[in-house]
């Protein structure tokens, strides 16, 4: 799973508050190998987000925000295209968007959309092509479309084929993802983790080593 991990690609769900909604939206992020996302909450509490969130979450990491416009400035600063799905004058088929580019994909509140910050924010506007009388999907099923061609699209480059996370990130998410209760524990000590063999498993003597304390001044 972590091999298949793309960190250049995120979702961010601008007022998305609906738990049902929340849910499927980070299922569908799980499935395509979007592990960071994250969430901007300004008319409930951002903490009612995050724990309606919380049991589809396990193997993802959710970010939480207040202020969409200061967040999509740091994801173009890390080299995203930020691009806001809405359905406006402009707005671009959202196949016709090169998916394999660093990207995060903004997905506005069940009955407002997208906020006005949020598109004057973003790079450009993608919109999912309909021919029915209906207006607009819902948005975890609008978030599944765009992500699984996401998904298609880095298929046939490859992208799924090698390890895109950093070796020391990989490390520590395998870790934490083996051994969620130890590593909460480690974490509490301020302990480091301990390296794991090629069958995943901890040596005695590594856990020894990991939680022997540092020598004090008094006893050098």
């Known amino acids: 799973m972590?091999?298949?991990r793309q960190p250049d690609l995120t979702v961010v769900m601008d007022n998305v508050n609906?738990?049902?909604?929340?849910?499927?939206i980070i299922r569908s992020c799980d499935a395509v190998g979007?592990?960071?996302?994250?969430?901007?909450s300004s008319k409930k509490s951002i903490y009612t987000t995050q724990n309606a969130a919380a049991?589809?979450?396990?193997w993802t990491n959710l970010h939480l925000s207040k202020d969409i416009g200061t967040l999509s400035g740091k994801?173009?600063?890390?080299?995203?295209?930020?691009?806001?799905?809405?359905?406006t004058d402009g707005s671009r088929d959202f196949r016709k968007i090169d998916f394999t580019l660093p990207t995060a994909i903004v997905l506005g509140a069940e009955w407002e959309g997208v906020s006005p910050e949020a598109i004057e924010a973003a790079d450009m506007a993608i919109t999912i092509p309909m021919h029915g009388m209906v207006e607009s999907l819902n948005v975890s099923v609008a978030a599944a479309l765009i992500l699984f061609e996401a998904e298609r699209q880095r298929t046939l480059k490859g992208m799924y084929l090698t390890r895109r996370l950093e070796e020391e990130r990989y490390r520590k998410m395998l870790f934490e993802l083996s051994y969620p209760r130890l590593s909460r524990q480690l974490r509490e000590k301020g302990?480091?983790?301990p390296l794991l063999d090629e069958d995943g498993g901890i040596g005695v003597e590594e856990m020894e080593q990991e939680n022997r304390p540092s020598p004090s001044a008094s006893s050098i």
């Open 18 to 24: 609906k738990p049902h909604n929340l849910s499927a």
């Open 55 to 58: 049991g589809a979450g396990r």
């Open 191 to 193: 302990a480091g983790y």
């Open 2 to 4: 972590l091999c298949a």
């Open 34 to 40: 979007i592990h960071d996302l994250y969430a901007v």
């Open 75 to 87: 994801l173009k600063l890390e080299g995203k295209q930020v691009l806001v799905a809405t359905n």
